[in-house]
């Protein structure tokens, strides 16, 4: 399985973006996908998870700004980013687990000006 995210970028604060990540390879029918991000000097953290049921959960930080879809058909994950803030910048990146593995993209770069 491979995952390719693309979508970053500069944005000004309170605006908007859409991140992609397309998976190849064998996506099995039960999976969990997520965004993570890491901002400069911090560690990873978990920004949304959609399960293959269609189960979504945030963190606190993106709640009520970001939305995580999927869509099957395209095997590609999708995050919303909506008023987004300076401390949302980061470098994000999708994550496929299932039980066959446990896979990353490669990352795409978000940066938002104040």
């Known amino acids: 399985v491979q995952l390719q995210a693309c979508g970053g970028g500069l944005v000004q604060a309170g605006g908007s973006l859409r991140l992609s990540c397309a998976a190849s390879g064998s996506i099995f029918s039960i999976y969990t996908m997520s965004w993570y991000r890491q901002a400069p000097g911090k560690q990873r953290e978990l920004v949304a998870t959609?399960?293959?049921?269609?189960?979504?959960n945030y963190a606190a930080s993106a709640a009520g700004r970001f939305t995580i879809s999927r869509d099957s058909a395209k095997n590609t994950l999708y995050l919303q980013m909506d008023s987004l803030k300076p401390e949302d910048i980061a470098v994000y990146y999708c994550?496929?687990?299932?039980?066959?593995?446990?896979?990353w993209g490669q990352g795409t770069l978000v940066t938002v000006s104040s």
């Open positions: 994550r496929l687990v299932q039980r066959q593995g446990d896979y």
């Open positions: 959609i399960t293959s049921s269609g189960n979504k």
